[in-house]
């Protein structure tokens, strides 16, 4: 039996994994807001349920690794440590990474059904790979196949800056400019980025973003407005990371907003700004880009970590 717990900006995730005819079977999964009295809720978790004995544990957070091997959360006041997460385990230690590095080791693995096409060519099955994911933060990794396994590197591209291209987004950039400073390409592609967003563009106005998207989904102007900028910066930014890391196996969308958004993603307007980038508009065609229909990658992920998969 194996531990993974997923501890993200805004919810943590524990679940027991276990292995089921080549691939992974989650259990007693238990998910309560991130706070950070992680440790007590770890300990909490593995009290309430008569547990076998664990054989490996592995956990990932919402921030970078540092040189220590600790996880200091970007979007939360909370440091894992993997030390103290290993004792509170009843081990010797537990493999600790980042949240997109987990979804990275679980995308190569998943079933065909774990992923909805949108958009692009075949790829090239042995050629570098993005995955980034708009959630309470934008998270970002790049993988590639290595002699024997995948290579992942996780990443902050997230934090990087983010560019106007046209009329419309040059104005929507000086209004957050003028509300935030320096403009991320996480300010926008997030949830709070969506709530930024809609904000700038209609001042006065505060709504949660799932409000903004059923508000879109149903015809209000300014939502609809914000929702579609939101998509085309994403695969504008979506875009840059394939150029970046060649990734001709494919770009990944995956975290809490996306997937969430259904049939109503604009996978069109996406496709069009992210091979909007001559004269490499040719090469962006025939990256095929994906959404991870997974509802735990990053669980998944840690489960063939701690294995050693």
Known sequence: MILVGDVGGTNTRFA????????????????????????????????????PPLEAAAFCGAGPVLEDGSIQLTNAELRLDPAELARSAGLTRV??????AAVAHAIPRLPAGAFAACGGGPGRPLSPRVVLGPGTGLGIAIFAPGRDEWVVIPGDGGHADLAPVDDEELAAWHALRERHGRVSAETVLC??????????????????????AEA???????????????TRW????????????GAT???????????????????????????????????????????VRHPQPGLYGLATLAAGR
């Open 95 to 100: 493999v600790l990474v980042n949240d997109f």
């Open 216 to 230: 879109a989904w149903s015809g209000d102007g300014p939502a609809a407005r914000a929702v579609a900028l939101f």
């Open 249 to 291: 196996g494919g770009v990944y969308l995956a975290g809490g907003v996306i997937p969430a958004w259904g049939e109503h993603f604009d996978a069109r307007a996406f496709r069009a700004a992210f091979e909007d980038k001559p004269p490499y508009t040719d090469w962006l065609r025939a990256v095929p880009t994906s959404i």
């Open 234 to 245: 994403l695969g504008r930014v979506a875009g840059n990371l394939a150029l970046t890391a």
């Open 191 to 212: 949830g709070p980025g969506l709530e930024r967003l809609h904000a700038a563009l209609t001042p006065g106005e505060s709504r949660r973003a799932s409000e903004i």
């Open 16 to 51: 027991l994994a276990e292995p089921q005819g080549g691939d992974w079977r989650f259990t007693r999964q238990q998910q309560q807001a991130t706070n950070p009295r992680v440790l007590e809720d770890l300990a909490r978790y593995l009290a309430t349920a008569s547990l």
